[in-house]
Antibody
Framework: QVTLKESGPVLVKPTETLTLTCTVSGFSLSNARMGVSWIRQPPGKALEWLAHIFSNDEKSYSTSLKSRLTISKDTSKSQVVLTMTNMDPVDTATYYC?????????WGQGTMVTVSS | QSALTQPASVSGSPGQSITISCTGTSSDVGSYNLVSWYQQHPGKAPKLMIYEVSKRPSGVSNRFSGSKSGNTASLTISGLQAEDEADYYCCSYAGSSTLNWVFGGGTKLTVL
């Protein structure tokens, strides 16, 4: 059974750096054509794709957020990590990781992050 | 890269059919057969309903179908059921030069 689970802080302060971890099971992060994306959803708003990491460690980022995002993976731990710098209240959202096989076939449950002082 | 354009809301009665449109550009929807659709119930994670324009994952009802013409993709739900009431999002691959994937703004489906 393929699963993904997000973990990280519930609350961060403005200007702080957010670090989120996605732990996967049921597949390997080194499997060809399988990658993991991060997607977020502010309360009551639409989904927004943030970043993706491929099996060969190639990375891609949302153009609008590229300067603030870093994605990485630890294949031995089955984990994908997303960092977002200089957090702002507008970054308050549920953050999802999803397996990306050119579409998002399996999603994590999501983790709600609130940015507030 | 702008979000794909979806109607904010659609509605239909049980048993009827509805179609949700998803309009992009020649850089995303029009260039790739990599349009996917997701269903999201309140408080839940999105669920894949259609991938590669018209393919259904195992376990998804054949009442759900997808198509594409030019820069516009569509999701059709036939034989509406109460449990179909949810938000629906389209998504397209947008190429490797800029934003790789782009979502639509979402459509709220109400089953009357």
């Amino acid at each position: 059974q393929v699963t993904l689970k997000e973990s990280g802080p519930v609350l961060v302060k403005p200007t702080e750096t957010l670090t989120l971890t996605c732990t996967v099971s049921g597949f390997s992060l080194s499997n060809a054509r399988m990658g993991v994306s991060w997607i977020r959803q502010p309360p009551g708003k639409a989904l927004e794709w943030l970043a993706h990491i491929f099996s060969n460690d190639e990375k891609s980022y949302s153009t609008s957020l590229k300067s603030r995002l870093t994605i990485s993976k630890d294949t031995s731990k089955s984990q994908v990590v997303l960092t977002m710098t200089n957090m702002d209240p507008v970054d308050t959202a549920t953050y999802y990781c999803a397996r990306n096989v050119r579409y998002f076939d399996i999603w994590g449950q999501g983790t709600m992050v609130t940015v507030s002082s | 890269q702008s979000a794909l354009t979806q109607p904010a809301s659609v509605s239909g009665s049980p048993g009827q059919s509805i179609t949700i449109s998803c309009t992009g550009t020649s850089s995303d929807v029009g260039s790739y057969n990599l349009v996917s659709w997701y269903q999201q119930h309140p408080g839940k994670a999105p669920k894949l309903m259609i991938y590669e324009v018209s393919k259904r994952p195992s376990g998804v009802s054949n009442r759900f179908s997808g198509s594409k013409s030019g820069n516009t993709a569509s999701l059709t739900i036939s034989g509406l059921q109460a449990e179909d009431e949810a938000d629906y999002y389209c998504c397209s691959y947008a190429g490797s030069s800029t934003l790789n994937w782009v979502f639509g703004g979402g459509t709220k489906l109400t089953v009357l």
